[in-house]
C-alpha cells in the first residue's frame, strides 16, 4: 500500500478570517485575465484567498501596500475591503490564479465592482 512519505507540505499562506464563524460555504473559482488586464475597484461580501496559478498580479488591497505576487504566491482579500489592484501585470501573458469565497449563508454575490474595469 502507498505510504504518505512522498507527501511534502509547504505553507503559502496563514491569516486570521475575522467572519470565519459566519463561513456557510466555500465557492472556489478559476480565473484568468487576458494580458494588461485590470480588475478595477471591487470588494467582495466575504473573505477570499487564493492561489497565483500562472503569471504576475499587482495586488494592492486599500490602505496597503501595492505587491507584486507571482505564480506560487497566496493572497488574502479580506471581507468587505476596497481592492484598489489585482491586475495583470504583464502585457502579453495571461493570468490564472484560484480564488476560495468563504460566504456566509445566503451570500450568492462573489464581487461587488466600486470603480471602472479596463
Avoid: K
Avoid at 475575522?18 to 480565473?31: I, K, L, P
Avoid at 468563504?102 to 450568492?108: D, N, T
Amino acid at each position: 500500500m502507498g505510504g504518505t512519505s512522498g507527501i511534502s507540505r509547504r505553507d503559502l499562506l496563514d491569516v486570521a478570517v475575522e467572519r470565519s464563524s459566519g463561513v456557510a460555504r466555500a465557492h472556489v473559482s478559476r480565473v484568468e485575465l487576458a494580458p494588461g488586464q485590470a480588475t478595477g475597484l471591487h470588494r467582495h461580501p466575504c473573505d477570499v484567498v487564493g492561489y497565483v496559478v500562472e503569471g504576475t498580479v499587482w495586488f494592492q488591497p486599500g490602505g496597503g501596500a501595492e505587491t507584486l505576487l507571482h505564480a506560487g504566491d497566496a493572497f488574502h482579500e479580506p471581507a468587505l475591503a476596497p481592492i484598489v489592484r489585482f491586475d495583470n501585470a504583464s502585457d502579453t501573458e495571461r493570468v490564472s490564479f484560484v480564488a476560495c469565497y468563504l460566504l456566509p449563508a445566503g451570500e450568492e454575490r462573489l464581487i461587488e465592482m466600486l470603480g471602472p474595469t479596463s
